[in-house]
């Protein structure tokens, strides 16, 4: 027992004295080695960022071409699901939805569909008829001579006005083309822009951006409505004047509105105005001449020699465009039997009024009482000068639209505006510059009134729609027929019916 505990004290004194074995050091790296290692990894880095830069170049250089090449490339039509309708919509077999043409006219402005947030310009007509819920009554907004215009939501939550043309009511694809070449063309801040378009069959839609604050001829006349304050209306006057004019001088051919009046301006919540419904007005394909067309247009806004000959010239919207001057100045409709007892329209009343008022500085006898004398009188004078010199009878004396602008804004003297005439004045006169219409005027009858021209050219409309309705049954009268002879109101409200 002793004996082997002692042996196991000298074996672990034995093993504690004896020394731990030492480890052999480290082998020295080759210095060619190291080199190489190093220079592999800085030539390895190097390759990872060229090849992150050439492909981050690739990948802008494939966006910046994408970009570019789409907007002279044709489109196909979309492709994704169609949306179903609310109602039972029969798909057409010959279903198309065209791009828009590519403009030929550079503006400053942004595309529609790039101040929507919403880039497509082609819709089926199964997806507009989910965005306007099966154009339900609910969404109406309102009817005019080509069609009913109906608010809808695009997928992205984007309101749009979707205008559906009348199937079989004799507008077809020769205008629904005209006013897409037209409108594709056309991007100004005060003017109503145009979304898109679908053919779908006999089915044909234009989807313009919805203005939500209903138009100058609801603020103006609708039963009930606080008045526009002077502000506003000078607003309301200058925005829609610049949009007039960048269709008479910044377009190329230049675009004849043909139908200005108040119920096609139309007003954002900042009063904003927005001239609609040129759409279907023709072009002015030679330079210095004029168009005839059949006539359109409604009454108490048509120029004097369109009412007549239904010859269009860009003086004929500046005769119209005085009008709604005259609604703004007064607040009176422009045909009011109640209001013009005599004269029967706002052109015969206001022209000596507007004479007296430049003459004497006295507004109050043309001003809306509404206002309660509550405007700026330089405005009001320029205002008031402009309305005269556009309703002139002769179109030849009527301003371009682009001094209009400038007078409004005061940039412009009034003499100038007058071109020598004393201001309001519409006398008849002769001139180898005026346009045959004048001339014949002259020559026949110096004391005719608009009141005259306006009956004229109701007689001659009324022969022309009891032919076209020859075969239809009922009589159509007087007053049938000046309910009718209007074009296309685009986003006029129910609301304004009073």
Request: proline share 5%; charged share 20%.
């Amino acid at each position: 027992m002793s004996n082997t505990t002692t042996t196991n004290t000298t074996t672990n004194a034995t093993a504690s004295a004896t020394p731990a074995t030492e480890l052999p050091p480290p082998p020295r790296g080759n210095p060619t080695l190291v080199a190489l290692g190093v220079g592999i990894g800085i030539g390895g880095a190097i390759v990872l960022l060229g090849v992150g830069l050439l492909f981050f170049w690739y990948k802008r250089r494939k966006i910046d071409l994408s970009g570019s090449l789409s907007q002279g490339l044709k489109a196909e039509p979309s492709g994704g699901s169609l949306l179903k309708s609310q109602q039972k919509v029969p798909a057409p077999t010959d279903n198309m939805v065209a791009m828009l043409p590519k403009p030929t006219h550079v503006s400053p402005s942004p595309s529609p569909g790039m101040v929507l947030g919403f880039s497509k310009t082609t819709f089926t007509y199964e997806e507009l008829a989910q965005a306007t819920e099966g154009f339900s009554n609910a969404n109406l907004l309102g009817q005019g001579g080509f069609g009913y215009v109906h608010k809808g939501i695009l997928p992205n939550g984007k309101e749009v006005a979707v205008k559906q043309l009348k199937v079989g009511s004799g507008q077809g694809e020769r205008e629904f083309q005209a006013e897409v070449e037209t409108i594709s063309r056309v991007h100004h801040r005060h003017l109503v822009s145009l979304v898109g378009y679908c053919i779908s069959g006999a089915q044909r839609m234009l989807v313009y951006e919805f203005v939500p604050n209903n138009t100058l001829q609801f603020h103006l006349h609708g039963k009930g409505r606080q008045p526009l304050s002077w502000a506003n209306r000078m607003k309301i006057a200058i925005g829609s004047a610049r949009g007039l004019t960048y269709l008479h001088e910044d377009c190329q051919p230049k675009i004849i509105h043909r139908d200005i009046k108040a119920a096609n301006i139309l007003l954002d919540y900042n009063f904003e105005a927005k001239v609609a419904d040129f759409g279907l007005a023709r072009l002015n394909l030679e330079a210095g001449t004029h168009i005839s067309t059949r006539i359109m247009g409604t009454f108490g806004y048509l120029a004097p020699e369109y009412a007549l000959s239904g010859k269009l010239t860009d003086k004929s919207d500046v005769f119209s465009f005085g009008v709604v001057l005259l609604e703004l100045i007064s607040g009176k409709r422009p045909i009011d039997k109640a209001q013009f007892v005599d004269d029967d329209n706002i052109v015969d009343w206001a022209r000596p009024l507007l004479r007296q008022a430049l003459e004497g500085g006295n507004f109050d006898i043309i001003v809306d009482p509404r206002l309660e004398k509550d405007y700026d009188s330089n405005e009001m004078t320029r205002m008031v000068a402009c309305a005269a010199v556009c309703v002139r009878h002769f179109s030849r004396r009527r301003p371009r639209m682009s001094q209009v602008v400038r007078a409004l804004e005061g940039n412009m003297p009034l003499d100038d505006l007058n071109d020598g005439m004393t201001p309001g004045e519409s006398s008849f006169y002769e001139s180898h510059e005026s346009s045959d219409y004048d001339n014949s005027i002259s020559n026949s009858n110096s004391n005719s009134s608009y009141k005259d021209d306006l009956k004229k050219f109701e007689r001659l409309a009324l022969e022309s729609q009891r032919h076209n309705n020859c075969e239809s049954s009922g009589p159509t009268s007087d007053n049938d027929l000046r309910q009718s002879v209007s074009s296309s109101e685009v986003l006029q409200t129910t609301r304004e019916k009073s």
